[in-house]
């Protein structure tokens, strides 16, 4: 029987409910919606990155990131990424944001695919990602 | 070739429209999104459990874990779920009752990762569920 | 270590930020969100279908098919598919042209499990798949 992992960043605020930020099992990893909280800090409440899109895409990609790491993969395991926006206007810059950061990861292989919807999400946030990674 | 299986617990009423309540194939399965209707009865129309997001939660979870059981699973393979709510204000008593209900399942390995996005869902219903499994 | 593979119908415009229209990794196949752009035409930006829920479905299913194939792959190794429509109006029609749709297919094997949302997408679009299969 192969363990199911938790991947649990230092970084990362204790989630709200018995849930994982990410989990690994064998070569299939999952990392759970990520918003653009800042690194934990004890005694304080989970804050965002700021108030802008761009904050809160480039610390939410950093929180994904820190999954996939804690998991041993990298964005170049990534086969699919999901993406919560909030407002339709948000697209473009959206995909500036994601195509910049992208670009600075220097992945060596195919970027994954990618589904964008709108919805709501809490108070404040702007922006949900998670992801779907194959290693080996 | 790797046959692909329909999970279709006996409590579950048709779904309508060509596709499964859940699919195993290999080491995979992944359950289709759940709400929270009553076992089927013949020739009555699928039935919620009740107006509330307690009755409806539990409801969802229940039948989450008739077709991971039907596929061989228990909520201890799930990697990932994925909550629909309504509303955003919906979000604490969800957890609490997650919580609650995963307790009560004593699970053995770590639990899955999950997102919760707020969505639009058909008339009376306030939550749907779906998760996706890896065995062995 | 297991290539991961773009999938790219050139029927398919260009995706808007570096995203892959589908990725495939061993045996793991993903579709990313399709909406019902019709087949690329040199200079011209994506252009839906139609208008109406009929037109948009089934280009939609046909883009999703389309990244299927290119990956080696058919409906019949889709585990799961994911449905995002704008107005819960439109799930009885949607329902109709899906199953309509598969019929035409001739599965050999159950069909996928699934999951219908209602979100927000762009401005005209009615509708937005995106697909998980596991061959072999």
């Known amino acids: 029987m192969t363990e199911k992992v938790a991947l649990t960043p230092k970084t990362h605020t204790t989630p709200p409910a018995k ?23 004890e005694g304080k409440p989970p804050t965002p990155a700021g108030p802008t899109l ?3 895409t480039l610390q939410t990609l950093a929180n994904v990131k820190a999954i996939l790491e804690e998991g041993g993969a990298g964005w170049d395991d ?15 810059e959206m995909n500036d944001l994601y195509n ?37």
Chains 1, 2, 3 share one sequence.
């Open 100 to 136: 910049e950061y992208l670009r600075g990861e220097n992945l060596t292989q195919v970027p994954p695919a990618r589904t964008t919807v709108y919805v709501g999400l809490p108070k404040g946030l702007l922006i949900e990602i998670d992801a779907l990674a194959v290693l080996g």
């Open 19 to 41: 849930f994982s930020h990410g989990v690994r099992k064998g070569n299939i990893l999952q990392v759970a919606g990520q918003v653009g909280f800042l690194p934990a800090e």
């Open 54 to 56: 761009r904050e809160q």
């Open 78 to 92: 990534v086969m699919m990424i999901r993406v919560y926006l909030t407002d339709v206007d948000h697209f473009a």
